[in-house]
């Protein structure tokens, strides 16, 4: 795969650029140059065989230059003809602001957001959106239509009211406002006990929907190279404790680990794909390894 | 290291503002804010002891801002061993400018203006100087410093109270900026002659009337060290309704006279009444008028005059509680009528190709004079003497040039036309002189060449836009000799520089002659634009000069009433005088022929009381001074001189410039060192 020219855009030249829409077509245009060289497979319609032309075929799907060569009529067979049906659900609660550097996990969160949108929106396939902190507090039903992409960003670059997380309630509201069987892609932090959200989560896949977990997180949040000896605050209780950072990173790393291992094996228990997106990870990467994974099951091909 | 203005120096107590504000910011600033404290366990408090001041570098640094800020204010300044300034005061050189117009003759304006004035010389020591001029129409000089410095020093003070006593405001309106000027040409003089610079100061008392000329002064410039104050002097009452006259309306029977009625100030009694009398008899003439005015009202009163009176006429003003501008005296028009005797065949008067006929025609229809066109009376002697105009147009045997000299002589005006070269004898019979010769005609084209523009007759043309003559021409000129020692001068002459028109005294009259025929067909003089107004500037000479008004401003008597030989009489007066009148009044005016009245005024601008804003003086560039007594220039005590010399070193030392300087360098090391700082913070906390 030769895409080491076009890929791996650095995160922070990314976030440089103010305009979302600009960052994810960025992205985008990018993979899809190294796209054209790899194994890698597209969501959605798959030309799979040719078959003889009866009449009643669609004419549209009649090879015309097949015809002129051989003068055979055969028509292209597709083997999915129904478009993607995908939802993304964004976290944006108070613990998402969190940054140890230059980009705040929010602001990775929704540029992954805009350039999943752009990536599907170009292969025409139906993406909508849902913010979520304690509860589902914007919607945007998954459309194909003009200016979806542009009512998705303007979502996307409202500024939360930063409130307190509750995973479990977005996707209960996600659940009953999805009747149709949808990839739905969780962008979070999932910093909260998996107990908060597990049943919905199994509720979702019960459904039929396809639920990938995409995990944010900040580097100092996986090894706590971070802060000074202070009082720390915490982004969603407020609470404030006492903290030396070097008396207290092996402690925390172990309890991090902990955490990350209860809800990988939760997400897992349920068919649900987990990724794990530091802040300082190029955002193609991310892509690349979304569309890398084999589906666990289910017809779309990511 | 002195402080001129030590009080300043309360301001180091904002150095606590920095100081509370490093304890506030270090509490608030020493939280970081973290996304997973769940996962972390409580540190045990470290113990060790720590400033509460968070970057007390960067404190100190603010601390030291307040403190310079607060020096540079208290105006340091380094005591040297300047020797302090020589306890001796500098000569006072001071003009006192009493405004003596109309206005200031309200009740207690002139005895506060003189109350002031005489404070002012109080203040005055030996060694100093005064001036006194007043000013109405003209300024006067009425005490020049020479005079002030041949009095005796311990007389001068009541010499010139003195002086002042005897001045009275007069009855004309004010033009300070001629004071101002003679003011600080008395300045300029008393300075040249000075061993010690002055203190130069000049002082207007004066009511400030908005109509007072001020404008003269502007771009003037003042010398230095001149100081000009204004001391506003009022009167006793707070408004004034003036009355003013406007002009006659209505027709013969029922004429009505248009008074204007305004009022200023807060007028304290806005219920008056206005009356018509006879001036000469006093009788009233008719029933009082009710009006109403307040400050700032302007309306018009039409009084009937009844029918067959003729005047002259006072009009009163009663309820006002200032009187000098209640009466008002109104003289009648009276048309100046004059009779032309014509010395030629009476036909040629309706005969186009006679000069007669173009006279008739230019005089019939004018209001002043009003000519009547006839001949000589052969019979009433007594009646000719009163025609003041003779038109000669044809030979005159020696009776007739006996009677038109004479009467000519007699103040009369004769114009002879030498259409003809056979009447040069009666040029020269009229003249009494010999030696008066035609030369060779000219039957070419010719033209005025050179004209007397100053003369009364072409004045009126004397402007570029009407003095061309140059289209006008002649074809039937002669020349004329004239012996050396007539008393005849050419006021204009043909472009062959022969005498076109010729004027001499004859007794107390004038004789003009004009060389030609006005004849259309010899000459387009009737026929050009020029003629008519020549005319009647020529029968207003006879009739005694330019009509003038018999209402007239006591601004505009010398003016519009300039003839040496005229002379007033007051009305109920004996005498008959030559002199200019000053005061408001109905006269008799005489001039020549001419004996009428004439009704003086002060001008209406001076009954309203409004005054001169101090930004009109502002943006005349006058150095307006703000003590208001010259006791303040007295001899400094030794108090007030250390004052001084601190004030004199810190200015010209001026080290606060350099503590704000290093106060500049200061706050940009603040603001740099504060920026890092706060990169780092923001790095650590979020």
Same mark, same amino acid.
């Given at each position: 795969?030769?895409?080491? &020219?076009?890929?791996? /855009?650095d995160p922070t030249a990314l976030f440089a650029i103010r305009?979302?829409?600009?960052?994810?077509?960025?992205?985008?245009?990018?993979?899809?140059? +190294?796209?054209?060289?790899?194994?890698?497979?597209?969501?959605?319609?798959?030309?799979?065989?040719?078959? &003889?032309?009866?009449?009643?075929?669609?004419?549209?799907?009649?090879?015309?230059? *097949?015809?002129?060569?051989?003068?055979?009529?055969?028509?292209?067979?597709? %083997?999915?003809?129904? &478009?993607?049906?995908?939802?993304?659900?964004?976290?944006?609660?108070?613990?998402?602001k969190f940054t140890s550097g230059e980009t705040s996990k929010a602001e990775y969160?929704?540029t992954?957001?805009?350039?999943?949108?752009?990536?599907?929106?170009?292969?025409?396939? !139906?993406?909508?959106?849902?913010?979520?902190?304690?509860?589902?507090?914007?919607?945007?039903?998954?459309?194909?239509?003009?200016?979806?992409?542009?009512?998705?960003?303007?979502?996307?670059?409202? %500024?939360?009211?930063?409130?307190?997380?509750?995973?479990?309630?977005?996707?209960?509201?996600?659940?009953?406002?999805?009747?149709?069987?949808?990839?739905?892609? !969780?962008?979070?932090?999932?910093?909260?006990?998996?107990?908060?959200?597990?049943?919905?989560?199994?509720?979702?896949?019960?459904?039929?929907?396809?639920?990938?977990?995409?995990?944010?997180?900040d580097s100092a %949040?996986?090894?706590?190279?971070?802060?000074?000896?202070?009082?720390?605050?915490?982004?969603?209780? +407020?609470?404030?404790?006492?903290?030396?950072? &070097?008396?207290?990173?092996?402690?925390?790393?172990?309890?991090?680990? *902990?955490?990350?291992?209860?809800?990988?094996?939760?997400?897992?228990?349920?068919?649900?794909?987990?990724? /794990?997106?530091?802040t300082n990870?190029?955002?193609?990467? *991310?892509?690349?390894?979304?569309?890398?994974?084999?589906?666990?099951? +289910?017809?779309?091909?990511? | 290291?002195?402080?001129?203005?030590?009080?300043?120096?309360?301001?180091?107590?904002?150095?606590?503002?920095?100081?509370?504000?490093?304890?506030?910011? @270090?509490?608030?600033?020493?939280? #970081?804010?973290?996304? $997973?404290? =769940?996962?972390?366990?409580?540190?045990?408090?470290?113990?060790?002891?720590?400033?509460?001041?968070?970057?007390?570098?960067?404190?100190?640094?603010?601390?030291?801002?307040?403190?310079?800020?607060?020096?540079?204010?208290?105006?340091?300044?380094?005591?040297?061993?300047?020797?302090?300034?020589?306890?001796?005061?500098?000569?006072?050189?001071?003009?006192?400018?009493?405004?003596?117009?109309?206005?200031?003759?309200?009740?207690?304006?002139?005895?506060?203006?003189?109350?002031?004035?005489?404070?002012?010389?109080?203040?005055?020591?030996?060694?100093?100087?005064?001036?006194?001029?007043?000013?109405?129409?003209?300024?006067?000089?009425?005490?020049?410093?020479? @005079?002030?410095?041949?009095?005796?020093?311990?007389?001068?003070?009541?010499?010139?109270?003195?002086?002042?006593?005897?001045?009275?405001?007069?009855?004309?309106?004010?033009?300070?900026?001629?004071?101002?000027?003679?003011?600080?040409?008395?300045?300029?003089?008393?300075?040249?002659?000075?061993?010690?610079?002055?203190?130069?100061?000049?002082?207007?008392?004066?009511?400030?009337?908005?109509?007072?000329?001020?404008?003269?002064?502007?771009?003037?410039?003042?010398?230095?060290?001149?100081?000009?104050? #204004?001391?506003?002097?009022?009167?006793?009452?707070?408004?004034?309704?003036?009355?003013?006259?406007?002009?006659?309306?209505?027709?013969?029977?029922?004429?009505?006279?248009?008074?204007?009625?305004?009022?200023?100030?807060?007028?304290?009694?806005?219920?008056?009444?206005?009356?018509?009398?006879?001036?000469?008899?006093?009788?009233?003439?008719?029933?009082?008028?009710?009006?109403?005015?307040?400050?700032?009202?302007?309306?018009?009163?039409?009084?009937?005059?009844?029918?067959?009176?003729?005047?002259?006429?006072?009009?009163?003003?009663?309820?006002?509680?200032?009187?000098?501008?209640?009466?008002?005296?109104?003289?009648?028009?009276?048309?100046?009528?004059?009779?032309?005797?014509?010395?030629?065949?009476?036909?040629? $008067?309706?005969?186009?190709?006679?000069?007669?006929?173009?006279?008739?025609?230019?005089?019939?229809?004018?209001?002043?004079?009003?000519?009547?066109?006839?001949?000589?009376?052969?019979?009433?002697?007594?009646? =000719? @003497?009163?025609?003041?105009?003779?038109?000669?147009?044809?030979?005159?045997?020696?009776?007739?040039?006996?009677?038109? @000299?004479?009467?000519?002589?007699?103040?009369?005006?004769?114009?002879?036309?030498?259409?003809?070269?056979?009447? #040069?004898?009666?040029?020269?019979?009229?003249?009494?002189?010999?030696?008066?010769?035609?030369?060779?005609?000219?039957?070419?084209?010719?033209?005025?060449?050179?004209?007397?523009?100053?003369?009364?007759?072409?004045?009126?043309?004397?402007?570029?836009?009407?003095?061309?003559?140059?289209?006008?021409?002649?074809?039937?000129?002669?020349?004329?000799?004239?012996?050396?020692?007539?008393?005849?001068?050419?006021?204009?002459?043909?472009?062959?520089?022969?005498?076109?028109?010729?004027?001499?005294?004859?007794?107390?009259?004038?004789?003009?002659?004009?060389?030609?025929?006005?004849?259309?067909?010899?000459?387009?003089?009737?026929?050009?634009?020029?003629?008519?107004?020549?005319?009647?500037?020529?029968?207003?000479?006879?009739?005694?000069?330019?009509?003038?008004?018999?209402?007239?401003?006591?601004?505009?008597?010398?003016?519009?009433?300039?003839?040496?030989?005229?002379?007033?009489?007051?009305?109920?007066?004996?005498?008959?005088?030559?002199?200019?009148?000053?005061?408001?009044?109905?006269?008799?005016?005489?001039?020549?022929?001419?004996?009428?009245?004439?009704?003086?005024?002060?001008?209406?601008?001076?009954?309203?009381?409004?005054?001169?804003?101090?930004?009109?003086?502002?943006?005349?560039?006058?150095?307006?001074?703000?003590?208001?007594?010259?006791?303040?220039?007295?001899?400094?005590?030794?108090?007030?001189?250390?004052?001084?010399?601190?004030?004199?070193?810190?200015?010209?030392?001026?080290?606060?410039?350099?503590?704000?300087?290093?106060?500049?360098?200061?706050?940009?090391?603040?603001?740099?060192?504060?920026?890092?700082?706060?990169n780092?913070?923001d790095t650590v906390a979020l």
């Amino acid at each position: 795969m030769s895409t080491a &020219n076009t890929i791996g /855009i650095d995160p922070t030249a990314l976030f440089a650029i103010r305009d979302l829409e600009l960052r994810a077509r960025v992205v985008v245009e990018g993979l899809w140059s +190294g796209l054209h060289r790899s194994p890698l497979e597209g969501f959605s319609v798959e030309f799979t065989e040719y078959r &003889n032309y009866s009449p009643g075929d669609d004419l549209r799907y009649l090879d015309w230059k *097949v015809l002129g060569r051989t003068d055979q009529e055969f028509i292209k067979k597709f %083997e999915d003809e129904t &478009n993607l049906r995908c939802m993304i659900l964004v976290d944006t609660s108070r613990s998402m602001k969190f940054t140890s550097g230059e980009t705040s996990k929010a602001e990775y969160a929704r540029t992954l957001a805009a350039t999943l949108s752009y990536f599907l929106l170009q292969q025409r396939d !139906v993406v909508g959106l849902g913010l979520i902190d304690r509860d589902l507090h914007q919607f945007l039903p998954a459309r194909w239509r003009p200016g979806q992409f542009k009512r998705l960003l303007s979502l996307l670059s409202l %500024e939360s009211e930063g409130k307190e997380t509750n995973l479990g309630n977005g996707l209960d509201q996600i659940g009953k406002l999805t009747p149709k069987r949808s990839l739905i892609i !969780v962008i979070s932090d999932f910093l909260s006990l998996p107990a908060e959200w597990e049943k919905s989560m199994g509720q979702l896949i019960a459904a039929g929907h396809d639920v990938r977990a995409i995990q944010i997180l900040d580097s100092a %949040e996986l090894d706590l190279e971070f802060g000074k000896a202070s009082q720390w605050e915490d982004l969603e209780t +407020g609470e404030q404790i006492y903290i030396d950072p &070097n008396e207290a990173r092996s402690a925390y790393k172990a309890s991090f680990q *902990v955490h990350q291992l209860k809800i990988r094996r939760t997400l897992e228990m349920r068919g649900i794909r987990h990724l /794990i997106a530091p802040t300082n990870k190029p955002l193609d990467f *991310v892509l690349i390894d979304l569309l890398r994974r084999q589906p666990l099951k +289910g017809r779309v091909g990511l | 290291m002195n402080l001129l203005s030590p009080w300043f120096l309360a301001g180091l107590a904002l150095i606590a503002g920095p100081v509370i504000f490093h304890l506030i910011r @270090r509490a608030n600033k020493d939280r #970081i804010r973290f996304s $997973a404290t =769940n996962f972390l366990k409580e540190s045990p408090p470290r113990l060790e002891r720590k400033s509460r001041i968070q970057n007390p570098w960067l404190m100190v640094l603010r601390c030291l801002v307040v403190a310079l800020f607060a020096l540079a204010f208290a105006r340091p300044f380094i005591e040297s061993n300047l020797p302090v300034t020589p306890n001796v005061s500098s000569p006072n050189t001071l003009v006192l400018i009493l405004d003596s117009s109309a206005s200031m003759q309200r009740e207690g304006a002139w005895a506060n203006a003189i109350q002031q004035a005489e404070s002012y010389i109080e203040d005055l020591e030996s060694q100093d100087q005064l001036s006194i001029i007043s000013v109405a129409l003209n300024a006067q000089l009425k005490l020049p410093f020479d @005079r002030w410095s041949e009095w005796p020093p311990n007389e001068r003070q009541t010499l010139a109270k003195a002086l002042l006593s005897e001045m009275k405001p007069s009855w004309g309106s004010s033009q300070l900026d001629d004071a101002i000027e003679l003011a600080l040409a008395e300045l300029e003089q008393a300075d040249e002659g000075a061993a010690v610079t002055s203190k130069k100061r000049i002082v207007l008392l004066s009511d400030l009337q908005k109509s007072a000329r001020i404008a003269g002064i502007a771009g003037r410039e003042w010398p230095e060290e001149c100081q000009f104050e #204004i001391k506003t002097i009022s009167g006793t009452h707070t408004g004034n309704v003036g009355i003013y006259w406007l002009g006659w309306t209505g027709e013969e029977e029922q004429r009505k006279m248009r008074i204007g009625v305004r009022g200023s100030g807060a007028t304290e009694n806005p219920e008056l009444e206005l009356s018509l009398s006879d001036a000469a008899s006093g009788a009233v003439l008719s029933e009082p008028t009710k009006l109403y005015s307040n400050s700032g009202d302007k309306s018009i009163v039409l009084l009937a005059v009844p029918a067959g009176t003729e005047g002259p006429f006072q009009v009163t003003l009663d309820g006002d509680s200032e009187s000098f501008d209640n009466t008002l005296f109104v003289a009648e028009e009276r048309p100046r009528p004059m009779a032309l005797h014509y010395f030629g065949e009476i036909e040629n $008067a309706d005969n186009p190709n006679q000069a007669a006929f173009y006279i008739k025609r230019a005089t019939s229809g004018w209001e002043d004079p009003i000519v009547s066109f006839g001949t000589p009376d052969r019979v009433d002697a007594e009646k =000719n @003497r009163s025609a003041p105009f003779i038109l000669i147009d044809s030979i005159l045997d020696q009776n007739s040039v006996a009677e038109v @000299r004479s009467r000519i002589s007699e103040g009369s005006h004769g114009l002879l036309l030498l259409s003809h070269p056979d009447r #040069i004898e009666v040029a020269a019979s009229l003249l009494g002189e010999n030696g008066w010769r035609t030369g060779t005609e000219n039957q070419t084209d010719s033209r005025l060449g050179m004209i007397d523009f100053q003369h009364p007759s072409f004045n009126l043309f004397a402007d570029p836009r009407f003095s061309d003559f140059s289209r006008i021409r002649f074809w039937h000129a002669h020349t004329v000799h004239l012996p050396e020692d007539s008393n005849a001068v050419a006021i204009a002459r043909y472009d062959d520089e022969s005498p076109a028109i010729l004027e001499a005294p004859i007794g107390t009259g004038t004789l003009t002659i004009w060389v030609g025929d006005w004849a259309p067909k010899y000459s387009q003089w009737v026929l050009s634009t020029k003629f008519v107004p020549w005319l009647q500037k020529l029968f207003e000479r006879a009739a005694g000069g330019s009509d003038q008004p018999s209402v007239v401003s006591i601004d505009a008597v010398y003016s519009q009433f300039s003839s040496p030989t005229m002379s007033w009489q007051l009305l109920n007066a004996d005498v008959y005088s030559s002199e200019t009148p000053s005061l408001p009044g109905l006269y008799r005016l005489r001039d020549g022929r001419s004996d009428r009245w004439v009704a003086l005024q002060i001008s209406s601008e001076e009954s309203e009381w409004e005054t001169h804003a101090f930004e009109d003086w502002e943006r005349l560039g006058v150095p307006l001074g703000r003590s208001s007594s010259l006791a303040e220039s007295k001899i400094p005590t030794k108090a007030e001189l250390r004052t001084q010399n601190a004030v004199e070193l810190e200015s010209h030392q001026q080290i606060w410039r350099w503590v704000i300087i290093l106060v500049a360098i200061l706050l940009a090391t603040e603001s740099l060192i504060a920026r890092k700082l706060q990169n780092r913070e923001d790095t650590v906390a979020l």
